[in-house]
T-cell receptor, first 113, second 116 residues
Framework: DSGVTQTPKHLITATGQRVTLRCSPR?????VYWYQQSLDQGLQFLIQ???????AKGNILERFSAQQFPDLHSELNLSSLELGDSALYFC????????????FGPGTRLTVT | AQKVTQAQTEISVVEKEDVTLDCVYE???????LFWYKQPPSGELVFLIR??????QNEISGRYSWNFQKSTSSFNFTITASQVVDSAVYFC?????????????FGTGTRLTIIP
């Protein structure tokens, strides 16, 4: 158990819908990262937050957004969902930044039908 | 831009054999960090090791060992006396020490199957 929690574990929804994925980092970790794992794109970095502020952005679609709250938990919002958004979404946390090891949550498997 | 290449897509070995997973990276930075993660069939990503670019010492942890060679930009992972529980997808990853760009760049992974 990495100490990072993600909910829900599985999510099935229809195209055009909006979903919210939730992540709670390990106790004491200030950085939260979101990654998407799909068969065709592999593991891709989406976005990083550090202590409530956006720190780095990857190949995140405009339909996707995230935030980190004062209690350090983070949410990833995916809207106008398409079939191609079906993937495993991971949250990771670290103490400070990318030089520290990132500990991953169990992931949320999103299926868009 | 940073890049990680894991040329071995799939490897199968018989239990108790040794196996080496290759990882080659590209980066323009002089300070960077390399990682290995394991993804077992259950799907979670398990941290295995982190090395920084200034520490080229090889590391051993039980049956696992890592060989970091800056001259060839490689960070290879060896499992000695493999066991069925080692069956998983293994990812090599790179992080550059650039403010505002602290993401992990992953390789495509190597699927390791240990045959009993």
């Amino acid at each position: 158990d990495s100490g990072v929690t993600q909910t829900p574990k599985h999510l099935i929804t229809a195209t055009g819908q909006r979903v919210t994925l939730r992540c709670s980092p390990r106790s004491g970790d200030l950085s939260v990262y979101w990654y998407q794992q799909s068969l065709d794109q592999g593991l891709q970095f989406l976005i990083q937050y550090y202590n409530g502020e956006e720190r780095a952005k990857g190949n995140i679609l405009e339909r996707f957004s995230a935030q980190q709250f004062p209690d350090l938990h983070s949410e990833l919002n995916l809207s106008s969902l398409e079939l191609g958004d079906s993937a495993l979404y991971f949250c990771a946390s670290s103490v400070v930044g990318g030089s520290n090891e990132q500990y991953f949550g169990p992931g949320t498997r999103l299926t868009v039908t | 831009a940073q890049k990680v290449t894991q040329a071995q897509t799939e490897i199968s070995v018989v239990e108790k054999e040794d196996v080496t997973l290759d990882c080659v990276y590209e980066t323009r930075d002089t300070t960077y960090y390399l990682f290995w993660y394991k993804q077992p069939p259950s799907g979670e990503l398990v941290f295995l090791i982190r090395r920084n670019s200034f520490d080229e010492q090889n590391e051993i942890s039980g049956r696992y060992s890592w060989n970091f060679q800056k001259s060839t930009s490689s960070f290879n992972f060896t499992i000695t006396a493999s066991q069925v529980v080692d069956s998983a997808v293994y990812f090599c990853a790179l992080s550059e020490r650039l403010f505002g760009n602290e993401k992990l760049t992953f390789g495509t992974g190597t699927r390791l199957t240990i045959i009993p």
